[in-house]
């Protein structure tokens, strides 16, 4: 998953962020609906949204609240990463103050999508879910994003298999938020795992990074070294 520069990017938007382009304020609404197709097709262009975040500094009349929260939303949902943190700084400060008239609500939902951000960050995921699940806020910033429960659920599993080539599926489940039908159903159908019935364990793959490595530790002593050490206890004894 390229978040950064993604093949999905038309010619447009790349000659908006490679050029002079991205310092006009009318390009402001050609990345503003770049948000919004991202937000439909399931993908990321961090660059761009940082670089109508940019502008949004340079001119804060044409700020859009909603563009600001997909935006970060689809930030967190490439966790692990800076592009939260990125995306964040990049927003005005005017904007954020809670004295601000204009955007009373979008305080409030950046210190949510914070929360989100750092229980993923952290591999806090059944805390993740039980939070998004606690306040009807989180299901209104989420909504613009296209399947964004099943992105996040992806994106774990990927962690998954990088660290686990087993694990008990009520403790993956409660990682993917989903009870134990619905995770047997994602393991098989969705990662393409098995499951051990017996057992009650998911099975995944080998893969490079799950696989055990033989380590070698070698350390290259010569003679000359030993001499030194020696002459030096010597030295210090005499």
């Keep these: 998953m390229d978040s950064e520069d993604p093949q999905e990017r038309p010619e447009e938007i790349a000659a908006i962020i ?6 006009n304020p009318e390009a402001v609404g050609d990345l503003e609906n770049y948000v919004q197709h991202q937000c439909v097709n399931r993908f990321t262009d961090s660059n761009a949204n940082r670089t109508l975040l940019k502008l949004y500094q ?4 044409r700020v859009k609240d909603e563009v600001i929260t997909n935006v970060l939303v689809k930030a967190l949902a490439c966790f692990p990463s800076p592009q939260f943190s990125l995306a964040l700084h990049l927003i005005p400060p005017s904007v954020m103050a809670p004295g601000n008239p204009r955007n009373e609500e979008l305080p409030e939902a950046i210190s949510k999508l914070r929360l989100l951000n750092d229980q993923l960050q952290g591999a806090q995921y059944a805390r993740f879910w039980a939070t998004l699940d606690s306040d009807d806020l ?7 994003t296209e399947g964004f429960d099943d992105l996040v659920r992806v994106r774990i599993a990927t962690l998954v298999s990088h660290a686990y080539r087993e ?11 989903l009870d134990d039908d619905e995770a047997r159903k994602f393991v098989v159908e969705t990662a393409g795992w098995t499951v051990d019935d017996e057992a009650n364990l998911v099975k995944i793959p080998k893969n490079p990074e799950n696989e055990a490595k033989k380590s070698e530790v070698r350390e290259d002593v010569n003679v000359d070294m030993f001499s030194k050490v020696i ?5 210090a004894t005499a």
């Excluded at 490679?18 to 310092?23: H, K, P, Q, V, W």
């Excluded at 340079?58 to 009349?61: E, I, Y």
């Design 18 to 23: 490679n050029g002079l382009e991205r310092y």
């Design 58 to 61: 340079l001119n804060p009349d």
């Design 138 to 144: 989180y299901a209104d910033l989420t909504t613009d």
């Design 167 to 177: 694990i008990e599926l009520p403790i993956l489940g409660q990682w993917l938020g």
């Design 231 to 235: 002459r030096r206890a010597w030295e």
